[in-house]
């Protein structure tokens, strides 16, 4: 896929991107077939497939103007860089903190920041529990963005206890948030967020049913939270 083609995608979406974008995602594009090669960071090859699922969606938060210039984010979970890397390349005024518990995954993204010039972003290497609970980076967000990580009572307990006050959790979602929304709502309570009404993110041509759902911080999460690795996904909140 050329620079070209990737312009097209984000303009046939109404996505608002500055000149040097599309290259970027280009360069990203390139450098994500080579090491998925040997690394498994995505199971969608085709690249026209990588733009519309990973890019766009991504990027479809932007049009609604919910990310405050010069915000900080924190994006749990990060993976192969989505949503997170692909932010920062595209808001180059806000700074992006990329959280994993793969080494091999942040390897993969500083190669990527340093080869497509991006400069707003760190790694850290830890999992979401234990990154919620350093006084580094609790409460110290403006927002915490996490896509298709986790159930919603999970996630919120993943990612509120970054979030300061007044802040959001912005948790891309698929079919499944229906289902997840009953006892999302109750975990959120219990974590000190609101949850607020659902974004749809369409993608021109794709009939994905995504969302992205806003968690709002209406108040500081106890100190309680989140619990010890891997206790909020066997024993959820909200049930």
């Known amino acids: 896929m050329s620079i070209m083609d990737i312009r097209a995608a984000l303009e046939r979406n109404d996505i608002p991107f500055q000149e040097e974008l599309p290259e970027k995602l280009q360069i990203y594009l390139e450098l994500l077939e080579q090491w998925n090669s040997r690394m498994d960071l995505t199971a969608v090859t085709d690249k026209k497939e990588t733009i519309d699922k990973h890019f766009i969606d991504s990027l479809a938060i932007l049009k609604t103007g919910i990310i405050s210039s010069g915000a900080e984010v924190i994006d749990?979970?990060?993976?192969?860089?989505?949503?997170?890397?692909?932010?920062?390349?595209?808001?180059?005024?806000?700074?992006?903190?990329?959280?994993?518990?793969?080494?091999?995954r942040l390897a993969f993204l500083e190669h990527i920041a340093e080869a497509a010039s991006v400069?707003?972003?760190?790694?850290?290497?830890?999992?979401?529990?234990?990154?919620?609970?350093?006084?580094?980076?609790?409460?110290?967000?403006?927002?915490?963005?996490?896509?298709?990580?986790?159930?919603?009572?999970?996630?919120?307990?993943?990612?509120?206890?970054?979030?300061?006050?007044?802040?959001?959790?912005?948790?891309?979602?698929?079919?499944?948030?229906?289902?997840?929304?009953?006892n999302g709502k109750k975990a959120a309570n219990m974590l000190g967020g609101k949850i607020e009404t659902p974004i749809i993110s369409t993608v021109d041509g794709r009939d994905w049913k995504h969302m992205i759902l806003p968690v709002k911080k209406i108040r500081p999460t106890p100190a309680l939270y989140p619990r010890k690795a891997g206790t909020p996904k066997s024993k959820p909140l909200g049930i």
Request: hydrophobic letters at 40%; glycine letters at 8%.
């Open 76 to 104: 749990v979970g990060t993976g192969a860089g989505f949503p997170g890397m692909v932010l920062a390349m595209a808001r180059p005024d806000i700074h992006v903190t990329l959280l994993d518990s793969q080494q091999k």
């Open 119 to 182: 400069c707003n972003t760190v790694t850290v290497h830890a999992r979401a529990e234990d990154g919620g609970r350093m006084p580094a980076m609790r409460e110290k967000f403006d927002y915490a963005t996490a896509r298709a990580l986790a159930p919603l009572n999970v996630l919120c307990e993943y990612l509120l206890p970054y979030v300061k006050t007044d802040g959001y959790a912005l948790c891309w979602k698929g079919p499944a948030l229906t289902d997840e929304m009953e």
